[in-house]
């Protein structure tokens, strides 16, 4: 059989760590009490899989296993301690900050009418599908100091549209 049909051993090839999202440099890495909390359930996850790991029989595959393991966990150890509490509760009520939960509705440049709500958190808590926008993403930046009531001209993709804020709520 010719070797170009056989599976060459890559155990030598450098594992694939995946990243953590990216927080600009010299940003602090502002956090809810939520978010802090779910960077240490990640934590204990990552720890309870690293134990895991360390008893597989394949010699080659527990250690590129622990190799991206300790890479993440490391990573995520960093994080937690730059991590800065940002408590919601604290913020203002009549602006717009960290930790805000802000309804905007479409004036022009859209749909007229159209609302949508999301929660300004930090960089690892972001989530679409939740509602979630980091502080850092274009338009956290763009509605940051908006008052209840404030027209904030907002920049998405090659359009601009111009909403107006209708709703602004800290959570604890």
Do not use: C, W
């Not at 927080?23 to 895991?52: K, S």
């Not at 360390?54 to 937690?80: K, P």
């Not at 749909?111 to 949508?116: A, D, M, Q």
């Amino acid at each position: 059989m010719s070797r170009a049909f056989t599976k060459e051993d890559d155990s030598l090839e450098a594992p694939i760590i995946p990243p953590r999202p990216a927080l600009p440099p010299g940003t602090p890495n502002y956090v809810t009490p939520q978010g802090l909390e779910q960077l240490r359930a990640e934590l204990a996850g990552l720890e309870a899989e690293r134990t895991q790991a360390s008893h597989r029989e394949n010699e080659a595959d527990r250690t590129r296993q622990l190799t991206v393991l300790n890479a993440r966990i490391t990573a995520l150890n960093h994080r937690i301690a730059t991590a800065k509490v940002v408590n919601p509760a604290n913020q203002s009520p009549d602006e717009i900050r960290f930790g805000a939960t802000v309804v905007l509705r479409t004036r022009s440049g859209g749909t007229p009418g159209f609302e949508r709500r999301f929660s300004v958190v930090g960089v690892d808590e972001a989530s679409v599908m939740e509602g979630k926008v980091a502080f850092v993403a274009p338009m956290a930046r763009a509605i940051a100091g908006a008052r209840l009531g404030e027209t904030v001209t907002l920049r998405l993709g090659p359009k601009e549209e111009t909403v107006e804020v209708v709703a602004i709520a800290y959570e604890e």
